[in-house]
């Protein structure tokens, strides 16, 4: 399959993606502080604020199921802005998703021609998923960022087989370790086009590269046992049948792909078929060898890294669940399915065509990121707290059982309202009574503490909010003036 290069804006590639970047700084930088915070960002800004490294390392193995590069990272970035607020600290992602964005482009292009490279810079920049994740005060924009990275520098090792892009991809390897476990899946792709693609002595070396990262990783192994121990994946379930289509509809159509389903199933059967056609090579057929003497190394490269974190995790999952419908873990398979679906479409043999297939599919992407753009919350905590907020009388307390104790809504801010815990229940009232009312937050029916309280205190108010993930947020206001 030769793909052509057809488009004007070629003649001047750099200014092409330049208009790009733009656009895509745009889309990932607009209403960037709209969302609501939810749990994990806010266990992003508790990281940033503890006082000593000692105290992050603690609260890291506590709270987390990561490696800790993106987090010192956003804590050095929190420094050098001067500030733990929410949009500062999703610039970081914002950025590394700029540097996915110049990072595609230069792998389609190294790959195959500026043609690829553009059009897969222009699915990236205007993907809803990407946009969502750029959007985020965690590290799926970081992870997909380093994927892209591992990639290239060792495209670029196994085509010079030099000692400096060897260093290099030993940096990104290592630096990918450390930042996302699912990285590490990585590392079989790159072993086994090693062994089956390359030259001896690049092999050799890139082997023993290979031996030094899993050392590199293996410093990092008490605390991943740690981390372990603490089992906070224990919620997740196995994959079923629906995992795939799940999947595809989150990357095709962002993680919201239900709200708009009609739009989402166009969007992934145009990215489908185009990516099936795009990471195919039909030319074994007209030349008559076998696939493994004639099939296009370039693509397999792709196939190895797509392939590879998907299939290790659907066969760990089987034992150890480790994936959610495709949402944020697989994020580092996203470029190399855009990349291939960017080929596709340029193999179509009219002008027209291809440009009415780009135009449809950025237009459909438009349409998904419209909706996380919407003033509609996603989630509800900065609503609440500024409920709260706004509505809190003199001399209030706030308190919650959800995992982060109330601090989530404290950071959002709840205003004079103070927020409390209650270490003993039976004498829960000798909490109360500097207090003239209480608010109550849960995100469970009937908690053993809901209870209590209804039996004792008067019910001032009672409202829920079901956030777009489902999560039934409910609030309660008590008169405490008679304790």
């Not at 995992?403 to 927020?419: M, N, P």
Request: glycine share 4%; with cysteine; hydrophobic share 50%.
């Amino acid at each position: 399959m030769k793909l052509i290069d057809r488009f004007n804006v070629l003649k001047h590639p750099a200014a092409s993606l330049s208009m790009i970047v733009t656009f895509a700084v745009v889309l990932f930088v607009l209403h960037i502080g709209q969302e609501s915070v939810w749990n994990d960002e806010w266990f992003t800004a508790n990281l940033v604020r503890q006082p000593s490294l000692k105290a992050f390392y603690d609260e890291l193995i506590y709270t987390e199921n990561t490696p800790p590069l993106y987090f010192l990272l956003v804590r050095w970035w929190s420094d050098l802005l001067r500030s733990d607020a929410m949009i500062p600290l999703r610039l970081l992602s914002a950025l590394f998703s700029v540097g996915s964005v110049i990072l595609i482009y230069m792998i389609g292009t190294a790959l195959w021609s500026p043609a690829v490279g553009l059009l897969s810079a222009l699915l990236c920049g205007t993907s809803p998923y990407v946009v969502w994740y750029a959007q985020e005060a965690r590290n799926p924009a970081m992870e997909m960022f380093l994927s892209l990275l591992m990639f290239y520098r060792f495209f670029r090792y196994c085509r010079s087989g030099t000692y400096r892009d060897l260093f290099w991809l030993f940096l990104s390897d290592c630096a990918g370790v450390y930042t996302h476990y699912f990285l590490v899946l990585l590392l079989p792709a790159q072993f086994l086009y090693l062994v089956m693609y390359t030259e001896k002595l690049v092999r050799i070396r890139g082997v023993i590269m290979l031996v030094l990262v899993g050392v590199a990783g293996a410093l990092w192994m008490p605390s991943l046992i740690e981390q372990a121990r603490m089992n906070r994946a224990s919620w997740l379930e196995p994959p079923t049948i629906l995992f795939p289509v799940q999947c595809l509809s989150a990357f095709c159509a962002g993680i919201f792909y239900e709200e708009n389903r009609v739009a989402a199933y166009l969007s992934v059967l145009l990215l489908g078929v185009f990516a099936i056609v795009g990471c195919m090579d039909w030319s074994f057929l007209k030349q008559r060898k076998t696939i493994a003497a004639r099939y296009d190394t370039r693509l397999l490269m792709i196939w190895f890294f797509f392939l590879s974190p998907l299939v290790l995790a659907l066969c760990i999952s089987l034992k150890k669940p480790i994936l959610y419908e495709g949402k944020r873990y697989l994020i580092l398979i996203l470029p190399y399915f855009l990349i291939m679906s960017a080929r596709g479409i340029l193999a179509l043999k009219l002008k027209m065509r291809i440009y009415a297939c780009i135009a449809l599919v950025v237009l459909l992407n438009l349409s998904h990121v419209s909706y996380l753009y919407n003033g509609y919350q996603k989630r509800s905590w900065t609503s609440i707290a500024s409920f709260i907020r706004h509505s809190a009388g003199g001399n209030d307390a706030l308190f919650s059982t959800d995992y982060s104790a109330g601090k989530i809504l404290e950071y959002c801010g709840i205003g004079t309202v103070k927020r409390i815990e209650i270490p003993d229940f039976r004498v829960y009232k000798k909490y109360l009574r500097d207090y003239r009312r209480l608010w109550y937050i849960t995100v469970v029916d009937q908690t053993q503490e809901e209870v209590v309280f209804d039996s004792s205190l008067p019910v001032l108010l009672s409202r829920s909010r079901t956030t777009a993930h489902g999560l039934v947020l409910r609030i309660k206001l008590y008169d405490c003036s008679d304790l």
